[in-house]
């Protein structure tokens, strides 16, 4: 056997090993733009939170929960984007309930991974699409079963 034929069956195999070493990964992770709506939504998640930190300083600071999500940001020094879709940048969905409940909703590109080798807080969990989440202010809802039936009822109330 002469060096170039087993140079291009060399060649050949290293060729299908990457396309495996691929195909095998892009099976694993997802497409680039499969990560790329995690991420975003992940940012989603991560906004939330601290605006629910800003709305529990809010109350904390005024008495009372803001009116409109715009005022947090203005009273507490926070970032305005924290307001805001990271990705489209429209303002997230705020209701207040009563004195200490609210509902803050956002529209995710996927549903919470089950199995993403991240660590998620299951206050957070969500579905694709549209999601209200039920808060308390000053800690979470106690009764999960009134907050997600408030969740459930503010989804199709919300107006942004």
Not at 92 to 113: E, I, K, Q, W
Not at 151 to 157: D, F, I, M, T, V
Request: hydrophobic share 50%.
């Amino acid at each position: 056997m002469s060096a170039r034929p087993m140079g291009t069956w060399l060649l050949a195999a290293a060729g299908v090993a990457v396309l495996a070493s691929l195909a095998a990964a892009i099976a694993v992770i997802g497409t680039p733009a499969e990560q790329r709506r995690l991420r975003l939504d992940e940012a989603r998640v991560a906004a939330l939170g601290q605006l629910e930190a800003a709305i529990d300083r809010y109350r904390l600071d005024e008495g009372r929960l803001p009116a409109r999500l715009d005022a947090v940001p203005r009273v507490r020094n926070a970032s305005p984007s924290i307001a805001r879709d990271p990705e489209t940048g429209a303002p997230f969905g705020y209701r207040v309930v009563d004195a200490r409940h609210y509902v803050l909703c956002a529209a995710f590109a996927r549903p919470t991974p089950t199995r993403s080798g991240r660590w998620v807080d299951p206050d957070w969990r969500h579905p694709a699409g549209r999601h209200c989440f039920a808060r308390t202010a000053g800690g979470r809802a106690a009764d999960a079963a009134a907050a997600a039936a408030e969740a459930a009822k503010a989804a199709a109330q919300v107006v942004d």
